[in-house]
């Protein structure tokens, strides 16, 4: 019920347009009771009075008051579904924006598939409880109470038999609510988890076919296809038997009614039009009493639907913004980490006591094997991630008093996994800068050494780049990042150069363009590239989570540690390299 409540929420905003559906409702069903009382006494009339023509008047009265009960339905539904749209459109948007904001470390332990799912059919779910379930409670409230009114005043004992039947129909609609809710609940989340694997085989279509894993991975989903049908199945049956029992024994009163009733009717206490009446109106108590089965398990699903949903409007992210954050304008690039440490989820520590400062304008290296903490550092730098102990200075302003905005606007992360979206090849490049210019958007394209090769494609800016960039080379989609990042012109770069994926002539144009990028600006370099390693400013040899070097190359080396080895290891596979080209 708190679930629900809490989804209400959204309505208040609507108010007039609800107060409208629910005017409709009581017209509707004010004309819904008043049709069997119309063609009781119209039977009654014909029959004392022994008047044809009455049943042409009595005949157009009633096909009115069924007209009146139609308009007053469609205004009744289509102000529900009004509400039901907007309240949808704004817990899509909130839930959207809530996903939006949450840290690297919300999606570290979240499956795509399982957000898709609740932005979606969860969302779904609660549209069709606003549009049908919130006022169709009202209704059934209304119908089942002008019902009960109408049968005890014409007859309180038979009336009070009939609707004794209510009780049970009640008792068995709860217990089918209470049984079914964890059964859509189980159903929501697998639609999530089917959702990963449909995304995971999509976007990984290219692994799936160089492995043939096409059988495997058809498995899975058809292992889990299984047991969503298996859960729906089970969801079914309830329904199978619950519907029919409950109109099974709202039907039982009409035997009593015919058997009651025709005695009174043979006793002159009761007319057959009385008779009638009572007959209609136990045929509408079927209406509210089946949908008042259909709201139960809309309820149900409803509930475990909004509860997936809450889950994550309540998530917190773990990076926060200060309400009296500051505005941070272009920096100059200083940037000082003092005792900084950092672990994912406590697990383990990812970095420990990491100090180091680096001067507007530096070059810095980070170098270490896989694990050692180089991304970690740059995630911290961005902000990704909140450091769980020190601090990081940024042009003396610590970075948590920064507003995420601005931080990230002078922050830029170049990363050698480029990420590119189905749009045109002038909306990637701008995708940081929305308001550039097409001059602006040109004339980085050229630092990049990307505008010839967009010349020549048949619709040059305004070709559409595939989903991720698939149409693209991997030095195509290094290099049109790199305009991206031109673009955006941060004061902080941080970059994954890693060109070993691209030929000889695609990796001088990227090295070129990098050499534009990274000048005049701070830059935090993951690589293991000679030449850069050589003409860095300082260069921090991670191990472990520990900063265990730092220092330029030529001091580094006349340490004769960690550094040294790495890099006559990397001396030795660049030589290595170089003759094996020699040799070919």
Known sequence: MRVILRLTGYVQKYWPMLLLAFVFIIIGTGFGIAIPRMLGEGIDTVLGMGERSFVIIAAVVIVAASALRGLAGYGQRFFAEVVAQ???????????????????????????????????????ATRMFFAMGLLGMAQVLFMFLGVAYMLLSMDWKLGLITLAFVVPVAWLAVTFGRRIRPIWLRVQAMLGFMGTTLEESLSGVSVVKAFSHEQEDGRKFA??????????????????????????????????????????????????GEVAQFILYVGMLMMPIRRLGMMVNLYSRTASAGQRILEILDTESAVKEKRDAIEMGRVRGHVLFENVSFSYDKIGPALKNVSFEVQPGQLVALLGRSGSGKSTVANLLARFYDVTDGRILVDDIDIRDATLASLRKNIVAAQQDVFLFSATIRENIAYGAIDASADQIVKVAKAAYLHDFIQALPDGYNTWVGERGDTLSGGEKQRLSIARTLLVDPGILILDDSTASVDSETEKLIRQALDRLIKGRTTFIITHRLPIIQNADLILMLQDGEVVEKGTHDELIAKNGIYKQVYEEQLLIRQDTEESQVEE
Request: net charge positive; proline share 2%.
């Open 86 to 124: 907007k309240v949808s459109y704004n817990i899509r948007n909130a839930l959207y924006e809530r996903l939006q904001r949450l840290s690297f470390a919300f999606y570290d332990r979240s499956q795509t598939g399982q957000l898709m799912s609740r932005a979606t059919v969860d969302v779904e």
């Open 223 to 272: 292992s889990q296809a299984g047991t969503l049908y298996d859960e729906q199945m089970h969801a079914v049956r309830l329904m199978a038997i619950n519907m029919p029992t409950m109109v099974l024994l709202i039907s039982i009163p009409t035997i009593f009614i015919l058997w009651y009733g025709g005695q009174q009717v043979v006793a002159a206490t009761m007319t057959i």
